[in-house]
Protein backbone atom coordinates (compact mmCIF):
# COMPACT_ATOMS: atom_id res chain seq x y z
CA UNK A 1 0.00 0.00 0.00
CA UNK A 2 1.03 3.55 -1.31
CA UNK A 3 1.82 6.00 2.23
CA UNK A 4 -0.52 8.60 1.57
CA UNK A 5 0.99 10.92 4.02
CA UNK A 6 4.53 10.58 2.16
CA UNK A 7 5.90 13.55 0.93
CA UNK A 8 5.51 13.57 -3.03
CA UNK A 9 9.38 13.18 -4.93
CA UNK A 10 9.86 17.27 -6.21
CA UNK A 11 9.18 17.25 -10.00
CA UNK A 12 12.66 16.27 -11.94
CA UNK A 13 14.38 16.83 -15.62
CA UNK A 14 15.05 13.89 -17.15
CA UNK A 15 18.81 13.69 -17.78
CA UNK A 16 19.99 10.19 -18.52
CA UNK A 17 18.02 7.45 -20.38
CA UNK A 18 20.28 4.28 -20.09
CA UNK A 19 18.42 1.85 -22.54
CA UNK A 20 20.61 -0.56 -22.95
CA UNK A 21 18.15 -3.94 -22.62
CA UNK A 22 17.57 -5.24 -19.04
CA UNK A 23 20.16 -7.65 -18.60
CA UNK A 24 22.88 -5.66 -19.95
CA UNK A 25 24.27 -4.53 -16.48
CA UNK A 26 21.33 -2.03 -16.11
CA UNK A 27 21.31 -2.52 -12.08
CA UNK A 28 24.73 -1.73 -12.41
CA UNK A 29 24.49 1.26 -14.60
CA UNK A 30 21.67 2.75 -12.59
CA UNK A 31 24.22 2.54 -9.02
CA UNK A 32 26.63 4.24 -11.12
CA UNK A 33 24.36 6.98 -11.80
CA UNK A 34 22.88 7.74 -8.55
CA UNK A 35 27.06 7.67 -7.51
CA UNK A 36 27.44 10.14 -9.61
CA UNK A 37 24.31 12.48 -8.38
CA UNK A 38 21.42 12.16 -10.33
CA UNK A 39 18.62 11.71 -8.24
CA UNK A 40 15.90 9.27 -7.92
CA UNK A 41 17.34 6.88 -10.73
CA UNK A 42 14.63 4.59 -11.51
CA UNK A 43 15.34 1.01 -12.19
CA UNK A 44 12.76 -2.22 -12.12
CA UNK A 45 14.36 -3.59 -9.20
CA UNK A 46 14.15 -0.95 -7.18
CA UNK A 47 10.43 -0.15 -8.19
CA UNK A 48 9.15 -3.10 -8.28
CA UNK A 49 7.37 -2.65 -4.87
CA UNK A 50 5.77 -0.02 -6.07
CA UNK A 51 1.76 -0.27 -6.95
CA UNK A 52 1.66 3.16 -8.62
CA UNK A 53 4.54 2.08 -11.05
CA UNK A 54 3.51 -0.18 -12.59
CA UNK A 55 -0.28 0.52 -13.30
CA UNK A 56 1.92 3.36 -15.60
CA UNK A 57 3.63 0.56 -17.10
CA UNK A 58 0.31 -1.27 -17.48
CA UNK A 59 -1.15 0.96 -19.49
CA UNK A 60 1.88 2.23 -21.40
CA UNK A 61 2.13 -1.01 -23.04
CA UNK A 62 -1.52 -1.07 -23.43
CA UNK A 63 -0.76 2.46 -25.53
CA UNK A 64 2.16 1.09 -27.57
CA UNK A 65 2.51 -2.63 -29.03
CA UNK A 66 -0.09 -3.70 -30.64
CA UNK A 67 0.49 -7.03 -30.80
CA UNK A 68 -1.33 -7.18 -27.47
CA UNK A 69 -4.92 -7.60 -27.69
CA UNK A 70 -5.04 -4.80 -24.80
CA UNK A 71 -4.00 -2.25 -27.18
CA UNK A 72 -5.45 0.69 -27.31
CA UNK A 73 -3.45 2.93 -30.10
CA UNK A 74 -3.68 5.82 -28.14
CA UNK A 75 -0.68 7.85 -27.54
CA UNK A 76 1.21 7.80 -24.45
CA UNK A 77 1.83 11.58 -23.78
CA UNK A 78 4.35 13.12 -21.47
CA UNK A 79 2.00 14.18 -18.81
CA UNK A 80 1.27 10.23 -18.56
CA UNK A 81 4.95 9.34 -18.87
CA UNK A 82 5.92 12.01 -16.14
CA UNK A 83 3.44 10.13 -13.86
CA UNK A 84 6.53 7.32 -13.83
CA UNK A 85 9.69 9.06 -15.18
CA UNK A 86 8.67 13.17 -13.49
CA UNK A 87 10.54 12.97 -10.25
CA UNK A 88 13.56 11.02 -11.61
CA UNK A 89 16.69 12.03 -13.54
CA UNK A 90 17.54 8.51 -15.27
CA UNK A 91 15.86 6.27 -16.22
CA UNK A 92 17.31 2.37 -17.00
CA UNK A 93 16.32 -1.17 -17.05
CA UNK A 94 12.11 -1.35 -17.99
CA UNK A 95 12.70 2.00 -20.26
CA UNK A 96 14.51 0.03 -23.02
CA UNK A 97 11.90 -1.23 -23.38
CA UNK A 98 9.68 2.06 -24.62
CA UNK A 99 13.10 3.27 -26.02
CA UNK A 100 11.72 4.58 -29.13
CA UNK A 101 9.06 6.45 -27.48
CA UNK A 102 11.26 7.72 -24.53
CA UNK A 103 14.05 9.62 -26.38
CA UNK A 104 11.17 11.52 -28.25
CA UNK A 105 9.28 12.06 -25.04
CA UNK A 106 12.30 13.55 -23.05
CA UNK A 107 14.56 14.75 -26.14
CA UNK A 108 16.69 16.85 -23.61
CA UNK A 109 18.20 13.64 -22.34
CA UNK A 110 21.53 11.73 -23.24
CA UNK A 111 21.38 8.14 -24.09
CA UNK A 112 23.39 5.38 -22.51
CA UNK A 113 23.64 2.34 -24.74
CA UNK A 114 25.19 -0.66 -23.17
CA UNK A 115 25.53 -3.46 -25.48
CA UNK A 116 26.39 -7.11 -24.73
CA UNK A 117 27.17 -9.89 -26.66
CA UNK A 118 23.78 -11.13 -27.97
CA UNK A 119 24.23 -14.90 -26.47
CA UNK A 120 25.53 -14.56 -23.34
CA UNK A 121 22.83 -11.61 -22.46
CA UNK A 122 20.19 -14.33 -24.15
CA UNK A 123 21.26 -16.50 -21.90
CA UNK A 124 20.79 -14.29 -18.69
CA UNK A 125 17.40 -12.74 -20.16
CA UNK A 126 16.06 -16.21 -20.76
CA UNK A 127 15.82 -16.92 -16.90
CA UNK A 128 13.23 -13.74 -16.26
CA UNK A 129 11.03 -15.32 -19.42
CA UNK A 130 11.23 -18.72 -17.08
CA UNK A 131 11.09 -17.05 -13.95
CA UNK A 132 7.64 -14.76 -15.13
CA UNK A 133 6.29 -17.59 -16.97
CA UNK A 134 6.51 -20.09 -14.21
CA UNK A 135 3.31 -21.94 -12.45
CA UNK A 136 3.37 -19.91 -9.37
CA UNK A 137 3.79 -16.60 -11.59
CA UNK A 138 0.71 -17.83 -13.14
CA UNK A 139 -0.90 -18.03 -9.65
CA UNK A 140 -0.07 -14.93 -8.69
CA UNK A 141 -0.64 -12.63 -12.48
CA UNK A 142 -3.69 -14.82 -12.99
CA UNK A 143 -5.48 -15.66 -9.84
CA UNK A 144 -3.71 -13.01 -6.77
CA UNK A 145 -2.75 -9.70 -8.27
CA UNK A 146 -6.52 -9.18 -9.66
CA UNK A 147 -7.97 -10.31 -5.86
CA UNK A 148 -5.37 -7.52 -4.27
CA UNK A 149 -5.43 -4.75 -7.38
CA UNK A 150 -1.53 -5.11 -8.12
CA UNK A 151 -0.73 -5.20 -11.79
CA UNK A 152 2.94 -5.75 -11.18
CA UNK A 153 3.04 -9.00 -13.00
CA UNK A 154 0.41 -8.68 -15.72
CA UNK A 155 2.71 -5.20 -16.28
CA UNK A 156 5.62 -6.75 -16.62
CA UNK A 157 4.35 -9.77 -19.12
CA UNK A 158 2.82 -7.07 -21.62
CA UNK A 159 5.57 -4.95 -21.67
CA UNK A 160 8.16 -7.78 -22.32
CA UNK A 161 5.88 -9.74 -24.77
CA UNK A 162 4.89 -6.35 -26.80
CA UNK A 163 8.90 -5.73 -26.88
CA UNK A 164 9.34 -8.70 -28.41
CA UNK A 165 6.35 -8.48 -30.71
CA UNK A 166 4.99 -11.60 -29.23
CA UNK A 167 1.69 -13.51 -27.90
CA UNK A 168 3.35 -15.92 -25.75
CA UNK A 169 6.45 -16.56 -24.53
CA UNK A 170 7.52 -18.89 -27.14
CA UNK A 171 7.06 -16.10 -29.51
CA UNK A 172 9.31 -13.68 -27.53
CA UNK A 173 12.19 -16.34 -27.14
CA UNK A 174 11.61 -17.08 -31.05
CA UNK A 175 11.83 -13.10 -31.41
CA UNK A 176 14.69 -12.39 -29.65
CA UNK A 177 17.52 -11.91 -31.70
CA UNK A 178 15.56 -10.17 -34.71
CA UNK A 179 14.46 -7.97 -31.47
CA UNK A 180 17.51 -7.50 -29.93
CA UNK A 181 19.25 -6.30 -33.33
CA UNK A 182 15.99 -4.13 -34.24
CA UNK A 183 16.50 -2.28 -31.08
CA UNK A 184 20.28 -1.18 -31.17
CA UNK A 185 19.88 -0.55 -34.69
CA UNK A 186 17.01 1.89 -34.21
CA UNK A 187 18.38 3.96 -30.96
CA UNK A 188 21.72 4.63 -33.18
CA UNK A 189 20.02 5.84 -36.26
CA UNK A 190 17.54 7.90 -34.06
CA UNK A 191 19.33 9.98 -31.36
CA UNK A 192 22.16 12.08 -32.91
CA UNK A 193 25.93 11.22 -32.01
CA UNK A 194 26.50 13.75 -29.41
CA UNK A 195 23.81 12.89 -27.49
CA UNK A 196 24.63 8.79 -27.54
CA UNK A 197 27.10 7.10 -25.90
CA UNK A 198 27.60 3.38 -26.73
CA UNK A 199 29.12 1.70 -23.98
CA UNK A 200 30.33 -2.21 -22.73
CA UNK A 201 30.32 -2.97 -18.99
CA UNK A 202 34.13 -3.40 -17.96
CA UNK A 203 35.12 0.15 -19.68
CA UNK A 204 34.80 1.59 -16.32
CA UNK A 205 33.90 4.95 -15.12
CA UNK A 206 35.91 7.14 -18.36
CA UNK A 207 33.87 7.05 -21.15
CA UNK A 208 30.76 7.82 -19.02
CA UNK A 209 31.85 10.52 -16.88
CA UNK A 210 33.31 12.15 -20.20
CA UNK A 211 29.88 11.65 -21.95
CA UNK A 212 28.33 12.84 -18.57
CA UNK A 213 30.90 16.09 -17.77
CA UNK A 214 31.22 14.55 -14.56
CA UNK A 215 34.31 13.97 -12.48
CA UNK A 216 35.29 10.37 -12.13
CA UNK A 217 34.84 9.13 -8.34
CA UNK A 218 37.24 7.76 -6.44
CA UNK A 219 35.62 4.12 -6.17
CA UNK A 220 35.29 1.00 -7.90
CA UNK A 221 32.45 0.93 -10.69
CA UNK A 222 29.24 -1.12 -9.51
CA UNK A 223 28.85 -4.62 -9.63
CA UNK A 224 25.34 -6.02 -9.24
CA UNK A 225 24.79 -9.73 -9.94
CA UNK A 226 21.14 -8.37 -11.42
CA UNK A 227 20.23 -11.67 -12.37
CA UNK A 228 20.36 -12.73 -8.39
CA UNK A 229 18.78 -9.64 -7.10
CA UNK A 230 15.96 -9.62 -9.82
CA UNK A 231 15.62 -13.46 -9.05
CA UNK A 232 15.31 -12.71 -5.32
CA UNK A 233 12.97 -9.45 -5.39
CA UNK A 234 10.45 -11.71 -7.81
CA UNK A 235 10.30 -14.41 -5.45
CA UNK A 236 9.83 -12.47 -2.60
CA UNK A 237 6.89 -10.54 -4.63
CA UNK A 238 5.18 -13.44 -5.92
CA UNK A 239 5.14 -15.31 -2.82
CA UNK A 240 3.83 -11.94 -1.35
CA UNK A 241 0.82 -11.80 -3.81
CA UNK A 242 -0.41 -15.04 -2.96
CA UNK A 243 -0.38 -14.37 0.95
CA UNK A 244 -2.43 -11.58 0.62
CA UNK A 245 -4.73 -13.12 -1.95
CA UNK A 246 -5.04 -15.70 0.47
CA UNK A 247 -5.79 -13.57 3.28
CA UNK A 248 -8.28 -12.14 1.15
CA UNK A 249 -10.38 -14.82 0.43
CA UNK A 250 -9.55 -16.44 3.92
CA UNK A 251 -12.96 -14.69 5.58
CA UNK A 252 -14.77 -16.52 2.46
CA UNK A 253 -13.09 -20.04 2.83
CA UNK A 254 -14.20 -19.76 6.56
CA UNK A 255 -17.54 -18.81 5.94
CA UNK A 256 -18.19 -21.61 3.29
CA UNK A 257 -16.22 -24.62 5.96
CA UNK A 258 -18.79 -23.00 8.53
CA UNK A 259 -22.00 -22.99 6.10
CA UNK A 260 -21.18 -26.11 5.27
CA UNK A 261 -20.74 -27.57 8.51
CA UNK A 262 -23.95 -25.92 9.91
CA UNK A 263 -25.45 -27.64 6.74
CA UNK A 264 -24.56 -30.70 7.45
CA UNK A 265 -25.06 -31.17 11.11
CA UNK A 266 -28.61 -29.97 9.78
CA UNK A 267 -29.31 -32.72 7.81
CA UNK A 268 -27.79 -35.41 10.51
CA UNK A 269 -30.65 -34.25 13.00
CA UNK A 270 -33.09 -34.45 10.15
Known amino acids: MVDSTATPEPKREMKVLALGLPRTGSASIADALTILGYENVHHGIRAIDS???WKVI?????????VLPTYSGKSFTRDEWDELYGSCEAGTD???LFATQLIQVYPEAKVLLVVRDFDSWYKSYNSVFDELWSFRADLAIDYAEPLIGYETGVASRKAILGFF???NVDEAR???RMVYDR?????????????LLVYRMGEGWEPICEFLDKPVPDLEFPRVNEAAALKEKMAKKIKSHITKAAMVLMPWVVGVVALGVGLWTVMRRN
Request: glycine share 0%; proline share 9%.
Open 94 to 96: MAA
Open 51 to 53: VDD
Open 183 to 195: HYRQLQEMVPPEK
Open 174 to 176: KNA
Open 58 to 66: NRAADATFP
Open 165 to 167: DAR
